[in-house]
């Protein structure tokens, strides 16, 4: 199936700059969610690991520190020297990062060697996501929106599968099963080469649609400030409290309702579920109705759910989540596209930064989180973290962009 996407995108011919290619962008759809399927696995054998290491909540955190930190470092570097000069065959480089953090995770011993391995993780992940989402732009057209929903949508389908596939094979074999998933990371390998080979023959796309943006948006220095001021505590809003469901929903559900790992694992998976179905509807409805609209109800909108999440049962538990996840998760391609809007022909800084953004802010939010729950108990983490979705009033200061539409 993988095999025969990346032969479509592959094959795929020029075409004007305007056109959707949805062949392409299933193909870096399917990438994404092989990459984070792999990134999902490190969070959901944190029970595993803390057991195994007798591993503390401030260690788990610096983990996810140490993954996260990674990414973000390198991400809007990576970013720039694309704007500049891309780099097509960097994908499947970045792919061999991340399958040789896996082998290594799957061997580690220590936790100085899983930290190793969460940092070799992370540095695929940077080289990832700016020139696929980079890519994801190329194959839009005038539907960046959905472009990038679709792409992000790949990503948080792994996400979601990441944590079952670990309750059904690494949970009941050990560490060492975590080598089964090279398999997953050989098959990116492939389907990104055949996509590094389709952006070679067609950066003609991206041309023509940077100097139409730089055409369009023309807003002043301190406008443009005070916009991505607003979407990067945005962006901290949405990564933090995420980062309170990605790394501790499951020691919270255990802890408070007494639930079974592997059940912990279920419920996880329907969480990050809600996320990747949520995420394909807030690119293409801002397309439609404007990027704003779509970030005021994702972030704010979600502040009643949080907010009454720390204080119900086992059952609503699952529902709220499940409606939080829907929520939240239309926010990040909005907020995504509307900064590239901000700044036309900066498409693989902007996309590395905030991503990179989106990890750093995880890692640091999920490094303090560890250490809160140390200190005070993981339900007082849900408990505080509840209140993060009202920060979404701030949408108040973003300008209004005009929206391209078909």
Same mark, same amino acid.
């Given at each position: 199936?993988?095999?025969?996407?990346?032969?479509?995108?592959?094959?795929? !011919?020029? %075409?004007?700059?305007?056109?959707?290619?949805?062949?392409?962008?299933?193909?870096?759809?399917?990438?994404?969610?092989?990459? *984070?399927?792999? =990134?999902?696995?490190?969070?959901?054998?944190? +029970?595993?690991?803390?057991?195994? $290491?007798?591993?503390?909540?401030?260690?788990?955190?610096?983990?996810?520190?140490?993954?996260?930190?990674?990414?973000?470092?390198?991400?809007?570097?990576?970013?720039?020297?694309? *704007?500049?000069?891309?780099? !097509? $065959?960097?994908?499947?480089?970045?792919?061999?990062?991340?399958?040789?953090?896996?082998?290594?995770?799957?061997?580690?011993?220590?936790?100085?060697?899983?930290?190793?391995?969460?940092?070799?993780?992370?540095?695929?992940? @940077?080289?990832?996501?700016?020139? #696929?989402?980079?890519?994801? $732009?190329?194959?839009?057209?005038?539907?960046?929106?959905?472009? =990038?929903?679709?792409?992000?949508?790949?990503?948080?389908?792994?996400? @979601?599968?990441?944590?079952?596939?670990?309750?059904?094979?690494?949970?009941?074999?050990?560490?060492?099963?975590?080598?089964?998933?090279?398999?997953?990371?050989?098959?990116?390998?492939?389907?990104?080469?055949?996509?590094? %080979?389709? =952006?070679? %023959?067609?950066?003609?796309?991206?041309? +023509?649609? #940077?100097? &139409?943006?730089?055409?369009?948006?023309?807003?002043?220095?301190?406008?443009? @400030?005070?916009?991505?001021?607003?979407?990067? #505590?945005?962006?901290?809003?949405? /990564?933090? $409290?995420?980062?309170?469901?990605?790394? /501790? /929903?499951?020691?919270?559900?255990? *802890? &408070?309702?007494?639930?079974?790992?592997?059940?912990?694992?279920?419920?996880?998976?329907?969480?990050?579920?809600?996320?990747?179905?949520?995420?394909?509807?807030?690119?293409?409805?801002?397309?439609?109705?404007?990027?704003? &609209?779509?970030?005021?109800?994702?972030?704010?909108?979600?502040? +009643?759910?949080?907010?009454?999440? !720390?204080?119900?049962?086992?059952?609503?538990?699952?529902?709220?989540?499940?409606?939080?996840?829907?929520?939240?998760?239309?926010?990040?391609?909005?907020?995504?596209?509307?900064?590239?809007?901000?700044?036309?022909?900066?498409?693989?800084?902007?996309?590395?930064?905030?991503?990179?953004?989106?990890?750093?802010?995880?890692?640091?939010?999920?490094?303090?989180?560890?250490?809160?729950?140390?200190?005070?108990?993981?339900?007082?983490?849900?408990?505080?973290?509840?209140?993060?979705?009202?920060?979404?009033?701030?949408?108040?200061?973003? !300008?209004?962009?005009?929206?391209?539409?078909?």
């Amino acid at each position: 199936m993988q095999e025969t996407l990346a032969t479509d995108a592959e094959a795929v !011919p020029a %075409r004007s700059a305007n056109d959707t290619v949805f062949a392409l962008l299933l193909a870096i759809a399917t990438a994404h969610m092989l990459n *984070d399927t792999i =990134q999902a696995l490190l969070p959901s054998i944190y +029970p595993i690991l803390k057991e195994s $290491y007798h591993l503390s909540f401030t260690q788990l955190g610096m983990i996810t520190f140490t993954f996260q930190l990674t990414a973000s470092l390198l991400q809007p570097l990576v970013g720039l020297v694309t *704007d500049r000069k891309p780099l !097509p $065959y960097s994908l499947p480089v970045g792919m061999a990062f991340t399958l040789i953090g896996l082998i290594s995770l799957a061997n580690s011993q220590s936790f100085a060697t899983i930290l190793i391995s969460a940092a070799l993780i992370g540095t695929g992940s @940077a080289v990832f996501h700016p020139e #696929a989402s980079r890519i994801a $732009y190329m194959a839009a057209g005038k539907r960046r929106g959905l472009a =990038q929903s679709v792409f992000q949508v790949g990503g948080n389908a792994g996400s @979601a599968i990441g944590p079952l596939l670990a309750a059904l094979i690494i949970v009941p074999h050990g560490q060492r099963s975590i080598l089964a998933f090279s398999a997953v990371a050989l098959v990116g390998v492939i389907i990104l080469t055949m996509i590094g %080979r389709w =952006q070679g %023959r067609n950066f003609h796309r991206m041309r +023509p649609k #940077a100097a &139409r943006a730089g055409a369009e948006v023309a807003f002043p220095r301190r406008t443009v @400030a005070i916009a991505l001021s607003v979407l990067v #505590a945005l962006t901290f809003s949405k /990564y933090v $409290y995420l980062a309170s469901l990605t790394s /501790y /929903y499951t020691f919270y559900l255990i *802890d &408070r309702f007494h639930v079974s790992v592997q059940s912990a694992q279920y419920h996880l998976f329907l969480l990050l579920a809600a996320v990747a179905v949520g995420t394909i509807v807030g690119g293409p409805v801002g397309d439609r109705i404007g990027r704003k &609209r779509v970030i005021w109800a994702s972030i704010l909108g979600v502040a +009643p759910f949080s907010l009454a999440l !720390p204080h119900v049962g086992l059952g609503m538990t699952a529902v709220l989540s499940v409606i939080i996840g829907l929520v939240l998760a239309s926010a990040f391609s909005a907020i995504l596209v509307y900064a590239q809007e901000l700044l036309p022909g900066k498409v693989g800084m902007i996309a590395g930064l905030f991503f990179g953004l989106a990890f750093g802010i995880a890692g640091i939010g999920s490094a303090v989180l560890g250490k809160v729950a140390d200190l005070h108990g993981i339900n007082f983490v849900f408990q505080i973290c509840a209140f993060l979705p009202l920060i979404g009033i701030l949408t108040v200061f973003l !300008p209004d962009v005009v929206t391209e539409k078909d």
